[in-house]
């Protein structure tokens, strides 16, 4: 079966709220207090602006990224590689831009054109649409949780069919899912350090039972400045029926800025 789930954007306007029982999740010695609501408001507002910075950066960047496409049972004893794609990719009015793609050693014109489960938006767009549900979606604190050396706190909302901005799209059916978000704020600078999106509310004659989706940030740096970037992200299908998964890993890599003069040549892509 061959589909992809795309991401396109939700810009509604609806206030945020931090959600009341943070006060009963244990806080680690080594961070500030944001049990209130008061505080947690602060930090989502934080969160907003510092995504608004990152988005704007992403603007300026482009990198390699490297996909690893699996599949197996649900139980991962019967996993084997599919194959490898490798495109390079820069982030343009407000969506990702592949090009120089390969599937293996074999040339391919774009994303669209390789079977199997790909998916497309986790370096720029799946960012951008956090940010803004963020804001136009109830929000719950969920706990504490240190990634890398980062103290975070993680918050959750819900965004329905209605709502979505997510489109899967199998064979010539295309559908809107329902979906859950966990995002990983650092509690220090208020930056999205990771965003892990889940679906289980699928149409049942797709077949498909789950699909999660996510993308973890790290610091990049470049001509002696750091900068948080995209660095992983992982995209998995189950399938019910069949008890099986697909599942890709990727990675970014190989960042750097462009100009005047690569911008001229990035102007042949839109």
């Not at 008061?38 to 390699?64: G, I, P």
């Not at 699996?70 to 009015?93: C, I, M, P, Q, R």
């Not at 969920?142 to 706190?153: R, S």
């Amino acid at each position: 079966m061959s589909f992809r789930a795309t991401f396109w954007l939700f810009l509604s306007a609806l206030a945020a709220a931090a959600a009341p029982g943070a006060d009963s999740i244990p806080k680690p010695d080594n961070v500030p207090d944001i049990t209130t609501p008061k505080s947690q408001t602060q930090l989502l507002e934080k969160a907003r602006l510092a995504n608004d910075d990152l988005y704007a950066n992403l603007k300026s960047f482009v990198c390699a990224e490297e996909i690893q496409r699996y599949k197996g049972d649900l139980h991962g004893s019967k996993t084997h590689s599919v194959d490898h794609v490798s495109a390079n990719l820069s982030f343009e009015n407000g969506v990702e831009r592949y090009y120089d793609i390969r599937q293996n050693a074999r040339t391919r014109p774009d994303i669209a054109s390789i079977a199997g489960a790909w998916s497309e938006g986790e370096f720029g767009t799946l960012l951008q649409q956090t940010g803004r549900l963020l804001e136009t979606q109830p929000v719950t604190f969920v706990a504490f949780e240190t990634l890398g050396q980062n103290p975070t706190a993680i918050y959750r909302f819900n965004v329905s069919e209605e709502e979505s901005p997510w489109e899967l799209e199998v064979g010539s059916d295309h559908y809107r899912v329902p979906f859950t978000t966990d995002v990983w704020i650092s509690v220090a600078s208020g930056e999205i350090l990771k965003i892990a999106r889940k679906s289980i509310a699928i149409p049942a004659e797709t077949r498909i039972s789950e699909i999660t989706w996510d993308v973890t940030l790290g610091a990049v740096d470049l001509n002696g400045k750091s900068w948080l970037l995209p660095t992983a992200a992982a995209y998995s299908v189950e399938y019910a029926d069949s008890k099986r998964r697909e599942w890709n890993e990727m990675s970014f890599s190989g960042y750097h800025r462009y100009g005047s003069e690569s911008s001229l040549r990035f102007d042949g892509f839109q």
